[in-house]
């Protein structure tokens, strides 16, 4: 039972382009979601987060939206650069439980071309 | 500051054996949280720590363990290595667990 679902395997956009990356969950206990980016061979990067009180949250070149009614979040990065190439992983959890567990999507990899 | 260091990065093991891996999580961070990747599952969550105490714990069998010292440094155990075990172990650290983690590298082992 997949509770947080990328459906997209792999996208591709231009350099300066917006890339849109989304991500859906079935769990309504799910207060606090997250966007990792990672590099093989390396650990996840944390990109940006958002609670569940909010319905943006914005850094730099990266922002989030989260759509509660529709169980659904997506990560836009505007304007999309080479370096952005990577496989974006969205994540959930129960942080009003304070616990320390992510539950993971399987991944969207996105390639910027130059 | 110094992130999240796994070691050792690279494992060879052989079916049955038992491999023990170390996660030394960023200073103030008292949480640890171990996850495997496979290409098949995606990242899954194996168990938590906080304050040298197991939180939570993922669906794994009884062969997956750890433990959190006093430093807050965490080691995790895979007891009768299988050929599935094959993955990357990811450790991440955070302050109180419930909100963003940071990564190490991961120890990528490999069962023959």
């Known amino acids: 039972d997949q509770q947080v679902k990328q459906n997209s395997p792999s996208l591709s956009v231009q350099e300066g382009r917006i890339s849109i990356l989304n991500c859906d969950y079935t769990n309504s206990m799910f207060d606090y979601f997250l966007w990792y980016k990672k590099y093989p061979a390396e650990g996840p990067t944390f990109l940006i987060s958002?609670?569940?009180?909010?319905d943006k949250n914005e850094d730099g070149r990266f922002t989030v939206f989260l759509n509660k009614s529709a169980k659904h979040l997506s990560l836009h990065i505007v304007p999309s650069q080479p370096g952005d190439s990577a496989v974006y992983f969205c994540a959930a959890s129960e942080a009003s439980s304070n616990t320390g567990k992510l539950i993971f999507g399987q991944g969207t990899t996105l390639q910027v071309k130059p | 500051k110094a992130g999240v260091t796994q070691t050792p990065r690279y494992l060879i093991k052989t079916r049955g054996q038992q491999v023990t891996l170390s996660c030394s999580p960023i200073?103030?961070?008292?949480?640890v949280s171990w996850y495997q990747q496979t290409p098949g599952q995606g990242l899954q969550f194996l168990f938590e720590?906080?304050?040298?105490?197991?939180?939570n714990k993922g669906n794994f069998p009884g062969r997956f363990s750890g433990r959190q010292f006093s430093n807050s440094r965490s080691e995790m155990n895979v007891s009768t290595l299988e050929l599935g075990d094959s993955a990357l172990y990811l450790c991440?650290?955070?302050?109180?667990?419930?909100?963003?983690?940071?990564f190490g590298p991961g120890t990528r082992l490999t069962v023959t």
């Open positions: 991440a650290s955070s302050f109180q667990g419930a909100h963003e983690q940071y």
């Open positions: 200073s103030g961070h008292r949480s």
């Open positions: 958002i609670s569940s009180i909010k």
């Open positions: 720590y906080f304050s040298e105490t197991q939180r």
